[in-house]
């Protein structure tokens, strides 16, 4: 029997173009099993159409039991804890872990640099919503799976996977060099985001105003505060807005930042607390003509793309592999730490510039690219 490919999410916004572009790859030989908290749980994110079976996440192993040998890869999207109790279950399993990055940065195991700024730091450390989330989830581990540690279940996992799935190679590097993934695993180029499936319809759209989109969620990792000092030492325009997303994340954290905006950078802070019709977002996006995301780890990778697609000057930490990611495939994009200097023009990407980072996005990140990605390695286990 020809084997096929599973599929194992979590009902996420992402999954669909996951879908879109594994059965561009691997046309009908492709199944999803969704996992949601309880079995019969509403689907929210995922096309109804594109699930072969819906599990709770107790039901998962015992489901996959019978039936996992039939298939010659199974794509992990996220390495959850739930799903890496999956790979130590079967560990003669090709499993491929399609990256999210919370896996890695939120995970206690596996020795990641800071990612927060010292003021960031400091309302992180403080929070008492966010100790009692510590301490919930700890008793939780405790109880249900008779372990101390979820963070090192999944560090467990995630030395048996046989592929990574990544656009950011430097990712996969990084984790290679600490002996987090196993000396024998692969890398896959693999994206949530092939450009066609972003701008279906909308390719000619570019900016044309001069506002800042700042950040794009209420998390901490953005460190709001760190980029607001450092805007409060530009020269911004009379009229110049600092846009920043606060409506999906920690509301908590949200409520803070929106304070703080407000006592540092006054009539230009314009924050986004509500859910907008997208329309309406991909309007305010176009009037950005400037993007500054102060990550020091992989975050906003779509935003980021679509920031620089639309023609926008996007600002990256250089702590940020995304930022070292697209230099190496030479788009352009700027050092957030280029901002500090008083002399700060604002002056946007010219025409030029603009068409050369979309033809390098489309050379590394279109349907095609990808496709051809997948095709490769999947030829190369069939012949084995």
């Not at 749980?41 to 192993?61: A, E, G, M, P």
């Not at 604002?346 to 990605?373: D, G, Q």
Request: glycine share 4%; aromatic share 12%.
């Amino acid at each position: 029997m020809h084997k096929k490919v599973l599929h194992i999410a979590m009902d996420d916004k992402f999954i669909n173009a996951s879908q879109w572009i594994f059965n561009q790859a691997l046309p009908s030989q492709n199944d999803l099993i969704l996992c949601l908290k309880k079995a019969n749980n509403t689907v929210i994110h995922v096309h109804k159409d594109s699930i072969t079976d819906i599990v709770s996440f107790k039901q998962l192993r015992s489901h996959l039991t019978p039936i996992i040998d039939q298939y010659k890869w199974v794509v992990l999207h996220s390495l959850s804890f739930e799903f890496s109790q999956i790979v130590t279950s079967f560990p003669t399993v090709s499993f491929i872990w399609s990256y999210f990055g919370y896996e890695v940065y939120h995970n206690t195991k596996m020795s990641i640099p800071e990612l927060y700024g010292s003021e960031t730091s400091q309302l992180f450390s403080s929070s008492f919503h966010d100790k009692t989330k510590r301490a919930i989830r700890k008793l939780y581990y405790q109880l249900r799976y008779r372990i101390d540690s979820p963070d090192q279940g999944v560090l467990n996992a995630a030395n048996q996977i046989s592929y990574f799935a990544t656009p950011v190679k430097e990712e996969f590097d990084m984790l290679m060099e600490k002996g987090i993934l196993s000396p024998t695993c692969k890398w896959i180029n693999f994206s949530y985001y092939p450009m066609e499936f972003i701008f279906e319809g909308q390719t000619e759209i570019t900016t044309n105003g001069d506002h800042i989109l700042l950040g794009n969620s209420a998390s901490h990792s953005n460190n709001h505060i760190e980029a607001f000092d450092m805007i409060m030492g530009l020269n911004l325009q009379d009229n110049q807005k600092v846009i920043t997303p606060l409506s999906y994340g920690d509301a908590i954290y949200a409520e803070q930042i929106k304070s703080i905006g407000k006592k540092k950078l006054n009539k230009h802070f314009y924050p986004l607390c509500d859910f907008i019709p997208l329309s309406q977002y991909n309007q305010l996006q176009q009037d950005c003509g400037f993007v500054i995301m102060n990550h020091y780890r992989q975050q906003a990778f779509g935003n980021i793309l679509a920031a620089i697609w639309l023609g926008a000057k996007v600002f990256l930490d250089s702590r940020n592999n995304i930022y070292h990611y697209l230099q190496r495939i030479g788009v352009k994009v700027y050092l957030i730490e280029e901002l500090k200097t008083e002399t700060m023009e604002w002056e946007r990407l010219s025409e030029k510039k603009v068409k050369s980072n979309r033809e390098i996005l489309l050379k590394h990140l279109s349907k095609e690219a990808i496709i051809t990605s997948i095709d490769n390695h999947w030829n190369q286990i069939s012949s084995t």
